[in-house]
Structure formats: C-alpha cells, structure tokens
C-alpha cells in the first residue's frame, strides 16, 4: 500500500513538473509583449475583422429599428416612446459605423505601413533611423 502511495505521488509530481515547462518557456526576449510581436498585415488584419463585425452590430441595430417602424405593434415598452426607441437604436447602430470607419482606417493605415517596410508596430522608429545610420 505505501509502494502505490509513492508511486501515485511520484507521478504526480512529475505531471505538474512537465506541465510547467509547457506552460511556460523562457526562451521569449525581454520587453515582447506576450503572443509575440505582430507586424502591421496582421494588425491591419485584425482591424478589418473588427470592422467586418461592427458593420454587422450596425445593421442589426438598424434592422430593429426598421422593423419597429414596419410593425409599431410589436413594440411593447412602456419606459420610452416607440419615436424615442427607434432615434435610440439608429444611434446605437450609427456609433457602430462610425466605429467601423475608425477601424477600416486603422486597418488601410497598417496596410499603407506594411507595403513601405517599416517594422512590427512594437518598434519605435528612432531604433529603425538609428540602424539606417550606423553602416554595420
């Protein structure tokens, strides 16, 4: 019975032993934020997949309000008049677009960076300037 007490504890412990090393490795330099440095495609990437999604919040948001205006007996709140409803949802799904135009210009900025070589957008651009300068 202690030889299956030890053995069980020994593995364990080598279980939680193998799964910090896993979990953790050493080898990512100093000042890397983590998941790695991401150039301006994948930013630029990333802006237009949100830009994608908050067209799509905005044109829920103007379908209900569509929809109330189609079908005023639907609409069964009695906090806020149905004229109030709808000048709420067509804002809420106008700060969306204008969400998305922000994010689509992010996005076209990224790009315009990516195509002219400049660095990931983690590096300042006095280190790139400095590299130009000193002929190593």
């Known amino acids: ?22 979990a953790a490795s050493a080898d990512v330099p100093e000042g890397i934020p983590p998941g790695g440095v991401k150039t301006h495609f994948t ?3 990333q802006y237009e997949e949100l830009a994608q999604i908050n067209k799509a919040k905005a ?3 103007e379908f209900m309000a569509d929809y109330y205006e189609k079908f005023p007996k639907e609409y069964n709140d009695k906090s806020m008049s ?3 409803h709808i000048a709420h949802l067509r804002a809420i799904a106008a700060d969306f677009r204008k969400v998305e ?6 996005a ?3 790009h315009y960076l990516a195509r002219h070589g400049l660095g990931p957008p983690t590096m300042s651009l006095e ?10």
Request: some cysteine.
């Open 82 to 84: 149905l004229k109030e």
């Open 43 to 45: 930013v630029a990437l």
């Open 1 to 22: 019975m202690l030889k299956l007490q030890f053995t069980c504890t020994f593995l364990a412990l080598g279980l939680v032993v193998a799964m910090q090393s896993f």
């Open 59 to 61: 044109d829920n948001w």
């Open 127 to 136: 280190s790139s300037e400095s590299a130009k300068e000193s002929p190593n």
């Open 108 to 110: 076209k900025k990224h």
């Open 101 to 106: 135009e922000q994010d689509r210009a992010l």
